[in-house]
């Protein structure tokens, strides 16, 4: 439990609507050896005797599992403060110096943290959601946190952080400095990045063995299907789906008749670098002309194109035929014919493609690594 006695000096000085600046800290400056004792002591908005420690210097305190919701703290100094699994929520940081400060299990949601000195401090498991850090310095804090959900990281300093663990959803960095980003223990190999939101997912790929499957099931199976199946074609889109399914691969269909939210050309691309290869049909193209120019230039991913009938490709499409990872056109006479020659016109040509340049990559990799 908490120090009776320093409990009391501080209420009382607040009681009296003294500044925070005055009995308190007076003692504070005579006594610097003692550690004051808060554990467990309830200041919250509904006690009226403690709302604002504004300036108040609470080096070293100990206000372990102490209720300090909405209490103000800005401009205090918390240096090697004691806040474990304190109840924070809705408190104001502005300012304050919370240099080793221990705040491990602490209930930070929506708190104000904005130009606070947070070097060296400890967040490990606490919950920062909705919490505003504009401007403050987290140099080497230990941020192994439960929740940093929507947290605003806006021009803050996370250089040397220790984000272990950091569940980092819908984060607001413009503006933050975010360097050597420490995402293993202190028993591990140490491995930085320098992004937080990146951080997330590097550490999951390393100690997720069903991450690292899934993408290596993305990257070794997956085919992009481009082409614009109005109703009419839907019978295309379903066989071609289920004849590659059929044959162990991941088909991934991208149908320019459904609305997008995002810019296609991006979404496009994403998927195009994840893919095996990718079967264009350009029968009645639309909006293929578009992609293929933001995917063929650019990725050495195999593209078969198809085509129904005796029809000609668009114009422009010729001048894809410089880039080697383009097949030749593979011509169909309705769903049958494309299905029967499936494996020997479309994948076959595709996988051959997909080994030769593969060998290519790894002949000039070989090449670079020659000695002189």
Not at 95 to 106: I, T, V, W
Request: proline share 5%; charged share 25%; glycine share 4%.
């Amino acid at each position: 439990m908490a120090n009776k006695e320093h409990v009391a000096l501080l209420k009382g000085s607040l009681f009296d609507g003294e500044p925070a600046d005055s009995e308190w800290n007076a003692w504070r400056r005579t006594n610097p050896e003692v550690r004051p004792d808060l554990v467990e002591a309830v200041f919250t908005e509904d006690d009226l005797s403690f709302t604002d420690l504004h300036g108040a210097d609470l080096r070293g305190v100990v206000l372990k599992a102490a209720r300090l919701s909405h209490v103000d703290f800005s401009f205090a100094d918390l240096r090697e403060a004691c806040l474990e699994d304190a109840y924070l929520s809705g408190a104001n940081f502005h300012k304050a110096d919370l240099r080793g400060a221990d705040l491990s299990g602490a209930h930070l949601a929506y708190v104000t943290l904005s130009g606070a000195d947070l070097r060296r401090a400890h967040l490990s498991w606490a919950n920062i959601s909705g919490a505003d850090f504009i401007g403050a310095d987290l140099g080497e804090a230990d941020l192994t946190i439960t929740n940093a959900i929507e947290a605003n990281f806006a021009d803050a300093n996370l250089t040397g952080c220790h984000i272990y663990g950091i569940s980092a959803w819908g984060l607001k960095l413009e503006g933050a400095t975010q360097q050597n980003l420490v995402i293993t223990t202190e028993d591990e190999p140490q491995i930085t990045v320098d992004n937080i939101e990146v951080a997330q997912f590097v550490y999951l790929l390393l100690h997720n063995q069903k991450i690292r499957d899934a993408i290596d099931t993305i990257t070794s199976k997956a085919v992009l299907i481009l082409g614009r199946f109005r109703p009419e074609r839907k019978a295309v889109l379903d066989a071609l789906r289920s004849a590659l399914r059929d044959r162990n691969y991941l088909p991934i269909l991208f149908d320019f008749d459904v609305p997008a939210s995002r810019d296609i050309t991006e979404t496009v691309s994403l998927l195009a670098r994840m893919a095996r290869f990718i079967v264009a049909d350009l029968t009645d193209p639309s909006s293929i002309p578009k992609e293929l120019e933001a995917i063929v230039p650019f990725l050495a991913v195999p593209v078969q194109p198809l085509l129904e009938g005796a029809s000609r490709p668009y114009a422009m499409f010729k001048d894809y035929w410089k880039y080697e990872w383009l097949l030749p056109v593979h011509r169909y006479e309705g769903l049958a014919p494309l299905l029967a020659t499936l494996a020997e016109k479309v994948i076959a040509p595709a996988e051959a493609k997909v080994q030769a340049l593969e060998e290519r990559r790894r002949r000039i990799e070989a090449e670079l690594t020659m000695p002189k």
